[in-house]
Nanobody, 114 residues
Framework: QVQLVESGGGLVQAGGSLRLSCAASGIIVSINTMGWYRQAPGKQRELVATITSGGSTNYADSVKDRFTISRDNAKNTVYLQIYNLKPEDTAVYYC????????WGQGTQVTVSS
């Protein structure tokens, strides 16, 4: 049974930083593609960043240079480091694992005040 548990969200001021965590069980993050997505109110869920089993990363253009995806294989956890937060980053952030099918976490809320 695959479980993804996100944490680390919160209310921050513009310009601040956050590190989101996605703790995985039932799936090995180092050998599967992991990703972060976000969904703002009234908008569709969108890709933020992915990391493949080989360590290749991919980012949405809107977050390049401010977001960094990484993983800790020993902790079986994927991270999303966010710098210079902007109000438009406000959204629920979801972790996704792809292993024959997609698995999603419950999400963590990030709210950025101006």
């Amino acid at each position: 049974q695959v479980q993804l548990v996100e944490s680390g969200g919160g209310l921050v001021q513009a310009g601040g930083s956050l590190r989101l965590s996605c703790a995985a069980s039932g799936i090995i993050v180092s050998i599967n593609t992991m990703g972060w997505y976000r969904q703002a109110p009234g908008k569709q869920r969108e890709l933020v960043a992915t990391i493949t089993s080989g360590g290749s990363t991919n980012y949405a253009d809107s977050v390049k240079d401010r977001f960094t995806i990484s993983r800790d294989n020993a902790k079986n956890t994927v991270y999303l480091q966010i710098y210079n937060l902007k109000p438009e980053d406000t959204a629920v952030y979801y972790c996704k694992a792809t292993k024959s099918r997609d698995y999603w976490g419950q999400g963590t809320q990030v709210t950025v005040s101006s």
